[in-house]
């Protein structure tokens, strides 16, 4: 998996540079993005409570860290909420990269 990975983040180094230097499209770009940068998947209450747990942090240090409400961060671990756009991506970086990628 890592060796597609940095596969990946070559073409998409890559195809960044030609775009840049105008040799490709933002339509071209946009496709090689999507199959570039992985998809990011939602996350359970569960999970989210365990990720947090797992970091030992509190809900209020998480939801400093997402720049959200401690709120929030409470009714993603309730269900009542779900977390999406910049605040999932960020707990993807959390739960693949560590607390130290947040810092």
Not at 33 to 61: G, H, N, W
Not at 62 to 90: C, D, F, R, Y
Request: include cysteine; hydrophobic fraction near 35%; charge should be positive.
């Amino acid at each position: 998996m890592k060796k597609n990975s940095s596969i990946l983040a070559a073409v998409h180094e890559t195809a960044t540079d030609l775009h840049r230097l105008g040799f490709i499209d933002k339509r071209s770009m946009d496709k090689y993005e999507a199959l570039c940068i992985p998809t990011v998947t939602d996350y359970t209450p569960e999970q989210i409570k365990t990720l947090r747990e797992r970091y030992r942090i509190s809900q209020a240090v998480l939801a400093s860290m997402l720049n959200t409400s401690l709120s929030t961060v409470q009714k993603w671990e309730i269900g009542e909420k779900h977390p999406g756009g910049p605040s999932l991506k960020l707990l993807n970086i959390l739960d693949r990269k560590g607390l130290e990628a947040m810092i």
